[in-house]
Every structure is written in C-alpha cells, then in structure tokens.
Nanobody, 123 residues
C-alpha cells in the first residue's frame, strides 16, 4: 500500500490557482509539501501539524499558498493562488508519524513520501 497519494497537479497560467491533495494511509504527526524544480534542490513549501493544526510556510509562498487538513480523511491540501512561473516544479507530499526530529523544513524530518505531482505555471 502506498503511504501517500497526491493529486491535483496540472498546468495553469500565471495568476491562476491549483489545489493539491495528499491522502495518507493512516495517522501522521506532520504533513508537508515540498517541491523540486529541474536542476534545483528539493525545498519545503508548507507543513501542518495534524494534532493542533499549526501551519508553517516558506517565505516564497506566504500569502499565496494555504495548507489545510481533513483529519477524518487523513488528507492534507495545498491551495495555491496567484501562481507564478517560478512555482513550476514537481510537488511532493511528505509525512512523518513521530513527534520528534529535525525542523519541519528539512527533508530528513520525513520518512513517508508521495510519488509527486507536476505543477506548471506558464503563459
């Protein structure tokens, strides 16, 4: 069974919106979104602590992206508004079930990863 399944990527014009979904196969402590553009390192986008709903964002997406959850469905969402060309990347859902570890923006914090979904922003 695949632990994380993403959906919702696609192509959109600058200024447009997309919503990504990530379904986990069970309990998670943190769910997060990372992205990786060709030739660049994977970078953190946003995360949500599923217990209290605390959210954190990378500076590059603050005010434009919003992460939310539906705990009953073990699902996290990433609403992306006012998309820019530089948001183009493969987006990955990540999750971890343990409560201790490195900071949320570090990929090493997560031991569950989705297969990725492509987001392309182009006119």
């Amino acid at each position: 069974q695949v632990p994380l399944v993403e959906s919702g990527g696609g192509s959109v014009q600058p200024g447009g919106s997309l919503r990504l979904s990530c379904v986990a196969d069970g309990y998670t402590h943190i769910m997060a979104w990372f992205r990786q553009a060709p030739g660049k390192e994977r970078e953190a986008v946003a995360c949500i602590y599923t217990g209290y709903g605390n959210t954190y964002y990378a500076d590059s997406v603050k005010g434009r992206f919003s992460i939310s959850q539906d705990n009953a469905k073990n699902t996290a969402y990433l609403q992306m508004n006012r998309l820019k060309a530089e948001d183009t990347a493969m987006y990955y859902c990540a999750a971890v079930r343990t409560a201790s570890g490195s900071k949320w923006m570090s990929p090493a914090r997560y031991d569950l990863w989705g297969q990725g979904t492509q987001v392309t922003v182009s006119s």
